[in-house]
Every structure is written in structure tokens, then in C-alpha cells.
């Protein structure tokens, strides 16, 4: 006869399995709660204690580590020597075994738990088991996932030999215990505040396949992180339209970072990774009029992004264009209604009160590595503002370049921005030159009108003085940028010979 060890901490559906494996010739062994709960179910049953011959103790710590259980485990069933071994010990083979693990994420997710609370939840025994079965996978099934408890009884079932069905669930069960273990270790790490480890551990969930990546012939995968961050594009719920790809997610996220930057009213217009235009107004309303405004050509395709309720009259003006996605914290049902019109307009779902759970970290790969910094959130402040030129700015314009600084930091350099102080008016993106991106924002922005007070920001020092030679000579009033450059008296000259004031944040914000 077969012999299957089951314990588990989730019991879903255990019964039906554990009744399915006594069926196909299978004896089962136990321990505590799961024990119980198959007795109770008239499942026929072998208290792990019988097998062992030594009492769980240490408040069940330690009920599982036994040579009875992992020599029945990592014994060899075609190496004679091992089986003599067994037969000398009176110790029976494990053909199978059923484990999932203490809730220690689960646990740790809950407000209020107390460290000695989440180690309890570190389980040693499940995971020592679920190692020596996957081993041994050449002997032993391995089961972690309740979703495969219907196919392994059909396997268990087979009279053929299901090697590869074995080594399969040998690399599940792998993944599960790397996961879980690296949940404990980033908790630790966490814990004593080390914020770049010797060895980098995280875990991801998959979320969902995508169609396919950036382009049509790359396959692509979503993943959510282990722990997942309340405020992330990965927790935010979709309400309608078709699946999300690559790029939507992507630029959804960039979406998101930007509208989370304001407190009052936000409407983000996102292309390829740059906002096109972004609104600040009393109403969520108002805010969208000027983030249309801003750019009301690239915001074909776009993403938008409204850090307020969507009321009735901005989805009907959303209604009018083609987007790929609109996420905000709620909408009315007004809205939702006029929204869900357009068949395949993606329609989510985020909740921007919980943006200060938002991931401390970002993470970029490259090949052969990863490289893991800080999230840019820093927000410049009006006292840190070193005006450099003769003429100072107004605290218009102060306000304008303060709100202009901070998606300055979200847009890719080279980076400028035009702004008022509530409306982007022109945006020079990812150019190789400064005054490249100088001359592409205001290109946009002279297209859109000049509005007073008209400032710019850019993301880095200027290199030369053409950059503030060209919007000096093209409406702009002032310009905030970090300083540096062995050339800043140049700009400073040109400046001061054209009117305008310029102040310096001794801050850079590159965004590659």
C-alpha cells in the first residue's frame, strides 16, 4: 500500500482529496488540525505520532522532523541499499505528500501583528518535508497548489510511469518554498533596516498572461509583486474593457505617479511613458479642461489618469475621444454608465488615499542584473529656490515653476517643461540635445497660446546658454532648473541680458 502525508494550514477541498487518495489505494498520515479535520470526515487516518513514535511538542514546532518521515522521503526506491536501510529501521516509504504552509504572508499583511507573532507563522517543518519530496521526485508527488489536487488523482490513478508529471510538481513546490522563504527574509531584512542587501530576495505572483509585450512578436507575462503594494497599477481593479497589455500597463503606471503627486483636483494625460498634459483645478471637471487643453492632439490614444471621482460631465467629455484606459479612485454610476459605452475603453479602478503605501523602491532590469533606487519624491519647496538673476520671479511664477518641478521629474530626459501654475502647456521629452527638447515644448505651448505667467523647468542644468537664449526669445518669463554646470554663469549672463529671472534647486531630476 501507498502512503500519502498530508498537513495542511489551508484545508479547502483536503477532505475530497484525502478521500480520493484512500480510493485509489493510498494510506494516509497526518498531523494536528488537518488530522482532526479528516477524522472528523470519516477519512481513515494515521496520527503523525504513530508513525514517528515521539509526541509532537515544542507547541507543535516540531512534529514532522523525524528520520521516519524524510528517510520514508529521500529514500531511493531503486537504490537496494536505501531500501535496506528503511527495512532495517521499520521505516515506510512516502509516495506522496500534501503540504501548504503557515499563512506568514497572510499574517503579516494584517495591522498590528508583532514580530513574535509573524515568526510563529515561519513554518520549518512544511517546508523541510516539501524539499525532500521534491528530491526525491523520481518516488514522490509534491503537491503545494489546490488547484492541481483534481489532476493528481488522476495521475495517482495512471498505471503509467508519470515522471515528468513528477518533476513538474518538484518545481512548483520549489517555487513555493523560494517564495516563502524569501517573504521571511525580506520581512527580517526589513526589520533591521538594511536597505541593500548582500542577497536581493523577492517573490512575484503571476497576475496575468498579456497578449504580447512591447511589440507584437515578444511574449510577455504580469506579475504582482508577493507583497503587493496597495497603491500600484497591480492592485488596481478593472471595471470594463478589454485586457490590458504591456504598453497599457506601463503607461497607466506613469500615469498614476503623476496624478499622485497633487492633492487638489489632477487630470494626467499620459503617451508612451510622458504625460502630453496635466490640469490642476477645483473640480476633477475643470481639471480635465485643462489637461485637454495642454495637448488636445497627443491625448489621442492616450491614458488618463484623475486622482478624483469621475462626475457625469467629465465622462461624457471622456466619452468624445479615443483612449486606451481611464483609472480613478471612483466613478459615479452616472459615469460609469457613459463610460462602459465604448466597448473596449479599459476602465479601472485606484484607490489614491493609499498612496503612502506605494513601493519605496523601483526596480529596472538589465541585462544579466537589476537596478533597484529610491522612487524620485522629493517636491522642491519655494524656500529652496535660489534665485541667481537680477530679477527675481513673482510668486506666480513661483508657484507655476514649483508645479512645473514636479512633473519635470516624471517626464524622460532631456527634459522641459512649460507650465502655468495649474496647466502644462508644453512638453519637450527624451531628446539628445537640451534645447531640442526647448524647442519642442515650446513649440506646443505657442501653439496652445501664451498664458501669463509662462515658465519653464527642466529636468537638468543647461550645458549652454542657447537653451535659455531660445525661450527667453520665445515668451518664456522665468525658468527653474538644478544648476551645475561649469557654464551656469553663461546662462545666467543670457538670462539677465534677455529679462528673465531663473532660480536654481541645486536638485537635478533625470528620468532615463
Not at 485643462?290 to 460631465?313: C, H, P
Not at 513649440?443 to 549652454?464: C, H, I, K, R, W
Amino acid at each position: 500500500m501507498k502512503r500519502a502525508l498530508i498537513s495542511v494550514s489551508d484545508k479547502t477541498g483536503i477532505v475530497e482529496f484525502a478521500q480520493g487518495l484512500v480510493a485509489a489505494g493510498y494510506e494516509v498520515i497526518s498531523t494536528g488540525g488537518t488530522l482532526k479535520k479528516l477524522a472528523e470526515s470519516q477519512v481513515p487516518v494515521i496520527a503523525i505520532d504513530e508513525v514517528t513514535h515521539f509526541p509532537e511538542m515544542l507547541d507543535g514546532r516540531v512534529k514532522t522532523l523525524h528520520p521516519n518521515i524524510h528517510g520514508g522521503l529521500l529514500a531511493k526506491r531503486d537504490n537496494p541499499d536505501h531500501m535496506a536501510v528503511l527495512a532495517e529501521h521499520d521505516i515506510t516509504p512516502i509516495d506522496l505528500v500534501c503540504v501548504n504552509l503557515y499563512p506568514f504572508k497572510e499574517t503579516i499583511q494584517k495591522a498590528g501583528i508583532t514580530e513574535p507573532e509573524a515568526v510563529e507563522q515561519i513554518d520549518i517543518g512544511g517546508p523541510s518535508m516539501l524539499r525532500s519530496a521534491s528530491k526525491n521526485f523520481q518516488s514522490v508527488y509534491v503537491v503545494v497548489d489546490q488547484q492541481d489536487y483534481a489532476a493528481v488523482l488522476d495521475h495517482v490513478q495512471s498505471s503509467e510511469d508519470e515522471l515528468d508529471y513528477r518533476r513538474y510538481l518538484a518545481a512548483k513546490a520549489f517555487r513555493h518554498t523560494a517564495a516563502y522563504d524569501s517573504l521571511i527574509a525580506d520581512y527580517l531584512t526589513q526589520a533591521v533596516g538594511i536597505e541593500f542587501p548582500e542577497k536581493l530576495t523577492r517573490t512575484y505572483d503571476f497576475k496575468q498572461a498579456l497578449r504580447y509585450g512591447e511589440n507584437a512578436h515578444q511574449k510577455a507575462a504580469f506579475y504582482q509583486a508577493g507583497l503587493p503594494s496597495a497603491f500600484s497599477i497591480a492592485s488596481a481593479q478593472q471595471l470594463h474593457g478589454k485586457e490590458l497589455s504591456y504598453n497599457n500597463i506601463k503607461d497607466a503606471d506613469a500615469a498614476v505617479k503623476v496624478a499622485a503627486e497633487f492633492s487638489e483636483p489632477c487630470v494626467v494625460a499620459m503617451k508612451h511613458m510622458n504625460p502630453c498634459g496635466v490640469g490642476l483645478g477645483t473640480t476633477i471637471y475643470a481639471a480635465w479642461q485643462k489637461a485637454y487643453a495642454a495637448d488636445s492632439t497627443s491625448i489621442f490614444g492616450g491614458i488618463i489618469a484623475l486622482n478624483r471621482e469621475v462626475d457625469a460631465q467629465t465622462a461624457t467629455e471622456l466619452h468624445k475621444l479615443f483612449l486606451e484606459i481611464i483609472i480613478a479612485p471612483s466613478y459615479s454610476d452616472e459615469a460609469l454608465a457613459i463610460l462602459e459605452k465604448k466597448k473596449n475603453l479599459r476602465v479601472m479602478t485606484l484607490d489614491f488615499d493609499q498612496v503612502k503605501e506605494a513601493d519605496r523602491f523601483e526596480t529596472v532590469s538589465v541585462m544579466g542584473g537589476l537596478l533597484v533606487q529610491e522612487r524620485d519624491q522629493v517636491v522642491d519647496q519655494m524656500s529652496e529656490l535660489e534665485t541667481v538673476t537680477t530679477k527675481a520671479p513673482t510668486e506666480d511664477e513661483k508657484a507655476a515653476m514649483l508645479f512645473a518641478q514636479r512633473i519635470v521629474k516624471h517626464v524622460k530626459s532631456n527634459a522641459i517643461v512649460i507650465a502655468t501654475k495649474d496647466q502644462t502647456l508644453g512638453i519637450g521629452a527624451g531628446q539628445m540635445n537640451r534645447v531640442g527638447s526647448v524647442k519642442i515644448a515650446l513649440e506646443q505651448a505657442l501653439a496652445n497660446g501664451l498664458t501669463t505667467p509662462f515658465v519653464l523647468a527642466s529636468d537638468a542644468y543647461f550645458p549652454m546658454n542657447d537653451s535659455v537664449e531660445f525661450a527667453a526669445e520665445h515668451g518664456i518669463t522665468a525658468i527653474i532648473q538644478p544648476g551645475g554646470s561649469i557654464k551656469d554663469q553663461d546662462s545666467i549672463d543670457m538670462a539677465n541680458q534677455k529679462g528673465v529671472s531663473m532660480v536654481f534647486t541645486g536638485r537635478r531630476h533625470f528620468k532615463h
